[in-house]
RNA sequence: GGCCCCGUGGUGUAAUGGCUAGCACGCCACCCUUUCAAGGUGGAGGAGAUAACGGGUUCGAUUCCCGCCGGGGCUACCA
């Protein structure tokens, strides 16, 4: 991504805790942490938790834990969203002063009804006095709003059909799109890497800044993951979350390298790199335009390879770290012949299981396998 | 419905206005191996009417343009 190199690059990860992170989402924190770690620039980690319903401390703690899982670090934050209610309010005060932003009670039925009206053109309200009355942004009648991004080009977006959108409720507490705005030019963001379902959002926060006086950062919008049944990847269609490719027994390397994968990919056809070439190698604008699916295939047979690189030794403890056991000698030796056979984690135990513990005996099969005097006769065999 | 994005083998991707569209996963076979893996070698698979499909530009298009179909996103006083 080419950018003014007088200005350090910052950019941010702002995940909703909503639930928790999933690989769509981890993807979004890596890129943009492969992108700063790149340049020299800053990653800031903030927390959009304005939906006071859905926002939860679990759900926060779920996303740093598994960002820490991952090894990815950030350099300021977590910030929370919510916290910074204080300047949004002001900012939404300058809006509604400057007239840019006006209350205005129309419901969603509302709007509807006046577009069936008007062929289908963007919502245009009336002001009206009621302090409790929702706040809405005027749009430009004419022109359109652009937004260059660097991977999918200048996108344009006709003011015409956009609404006149609701920034703040009535009780004055800000919305989304709003607050992104005020956020990411508060924080000197230079450059906005998210998922592509918030393209279509990306005008309305390039309509808060142009309001606001302030100069929009860059914008790389990332392909979504999608599910195998070619849906977005979500949670509710039971994505996999961080946590459960943890449990799964995957290494930490090997999904970095997995999830760069998915998206992005080197001219000289490498596949198995290290965070630093990852790191050295990785450019945003690179990303390509279609969304992908997400192969756990792949990703077992990467994380075998990886697996089988490491020394003995570390082998040994993060396979005890997984089982829970302490990585004395017996593991050691058992790891040194898992090693080479082990696709993930989880597959170490069934491998090693029986040295450490007595196998048990199915009943029923013994008895199937030992009918027609079986046992003399094998006894007979181990004597002779 | 409106606005927007996307479309290279099953999956992830690469290169390219012009040799047989490359690589990886997966799949098949063989080798190695007491077994299973791992590893090695080779192969099938994108219809010799190939890049969803149909047009166009061009001497020539997967690559540029248009249309269409399909998928996806946004369209909340959610994020």
Not at 48 to 59: A, F, G, I, L, Q
Not at 63 to 81: C, F, K, T, Y
Not at 254 to 279: C, F, H, K, P
């Amino acid at each position: 991504m080419s950018s003014d190199p007088s200005v350090p690059v910052r950019v941010r990860f702002a995940p909703s805790p909503t639930g928790t992170l999933h690989i769509g989402g981890a993807r979004t924190a890596l890129y943009n942490w492969l992108y700063a770690r790149g340049r020299g620039g800053e990653l800031v980690l903030r927390i959009e938790d304005t939906d006071r319903e859905r926002s939860t401390p679990e759900n926060v703690e779920q996303i740093l834990d598994a960002l820490r899982w991952l090894e990815l670090d950030w350099d300021e934050g977590p910030v929370s969203q919510f916290e910074r209610s204080e300047r949004h309010r002001e900012a939404l005060e300058r809006l509604l002063e400057a007239g840019v932003a006006y209350r205005n009670p129309a419901t969603g039925d509302d709007v509807a009804a006046w577009k069936r009206e008007h062929g289908n053109r963007g919502y245009r309200g009336e002001p009206t006095d009621d302090p409790g009355a929702a706040v809405r942004l005027r749009v430009p009648d004419g022109g359109d709003t652009v937004v260059a991004d660097e991977i999918r080009g200048e996108v344009r977006f006709p003011n015409e059909s956009s609404d006149d959108f609701v920034i703040a409720r009535g009780d004055g507490s800000v919305l989304y799109n709003f607050a992104v705005a005020v956020d990411d030019a508060d924080m000197g963001i230079t450059h906005v890497i998210r998922g592509d379902d918030h393209l279509s959002n990306t005008p309305k926060q390039l309509l808060v800044m142009e309001a606001l006086g302030e100069a929009p950062p860059r914008y790389a919008h990332l392909p979504l993951l999608h599910g195998t049944d070619g849906k977005k990847l979500s949670k509710r269609h039971g994505a996999a979350s961080v946590q459960e490719l943890r449990d799964a027994g995957y290494l930490p390397a090997a999904v970095r390298n997995y999830l760069a994968l998915l998206g992005w990919g080197t001219q000289d056809d490498t596949t198995i790199m290290s965070t630093e070439e990852l790191i050295e190698r990785f450019d945003v604008a690179d990303v390509g335009r279609a969304s992908a699916i997400f192969d756990e295939q792949k990703l077992r047979w990467l994380n075998g390879r990886f697996m089988r690189e490491m020394d003995l030794d570390d082998y040994t403890a993060v396979v005890a770290r997984h089982l829970g056991r302490e990585p004395d000698d017996r593991l050691r030796a058992a790891c040194e012949i898992a090693q080479e056979k082990a696709q993930t984690l989880e597959e170490v135990w069934p491998l090693i299981g029986f040295l450490f513990e007595e196998p048990e005996t199915d009943e029923k099969a013994w008895r199937k396998v030992m009918k027609d005097g079986a046992l003399p006769l094998l006894s007979e065999a181990l004597d002779a």
